[in-house]
């Protein structure tokens, strides 16, 4: 087996731990990560593992369109690695923090307030992936000097929608958590 398919593999195991421990114990009261290791600022992990899943694919496409240079290669396989690293950590220390309590204002905020949200968020996600697209249009059609910029604002536009995505997730979460709850 090879490192890629192995790396590939462990990607899906942690994907599916990850799952299972956020169902488990649901969203922390603050991100998991700090911002400079993980851009979707989650307070749940399975987020954290999409977003490390990207930076792998990342890698791979930039290889495979033979836009990947040795410093992008260095630094997306150093954030890769500390990624893998934190959420590995994280799944073999989530025992020890199950019985810490849900922050209190987590409780307080009435439902109707959670459907404004999810609203808000799901005009913000249509607007993103119309962004997603002009911005990889750019891309297909930039040539030389402009590639890297335009790599770059596509890339910043698909970690604006994963963010939102992962918001309306949470949102949709804590509907749900209302609603039994009520």
Same mark, same amino acid.
């Given at each position: 087996m090879s490192q890629i398919s192995q790396l590939k593999e462990k990607l899906a195991q942690m994907s599916h731990s990850a799952t299972q421990l956020d169902k488990q114990r649901g969203e922390h009261h603050q991100a998991l990560f700090d911002s400079s290791l993980f851009?979707?600022?989650s307070k749940l992990l399975h987020p954290c593992v999409v977003e490390t899943t990207q930076t792998y694919e990342s890698i791979l496409r930039? +290889?495979?369109h033979?836009? $990947?240079t040795k410093e992008r =290669?260095?630094?997306l396989s150093e954030r890769l690695l500390a990624q893998i690293s934190a959420i590995t950590r994280e799944l073999s220390t989530a025992h020890f923090r199950k019985d810490e309590p849900k922050h209190k204002s987590y409780y307080r905020k009435p439902i109707n307030a959670f459907y404004q949200d999810l609203a808000k968020h799901k005009e913000w996600e249509r607007q $993103?992936?119309?962004m997603v697209i002009d911005r990889q249009n750019a891309l297909?059609? =930039? !040539?030389?000097?402009n590639q890297g910029q335009a +790599?770059? =604002? !596509?890339l910043t536009a698909e970690q604006r929608l994963q963010r939102c995505r992962e =918001?309306?997730?949470?949102i949709e979460k804590q509907i749900t958590y209302k609603e039994q709850h009520q």
């Open positions: 851009h979707c600022r930039e +290889q495979q033979g836009r $990947l =290669a260095e630094y $993103l992936m119309e297909d059609s =930039a !040539l030389g000097f +790599q770059q =604002a !596509l =918001a309306i997730i949470r």
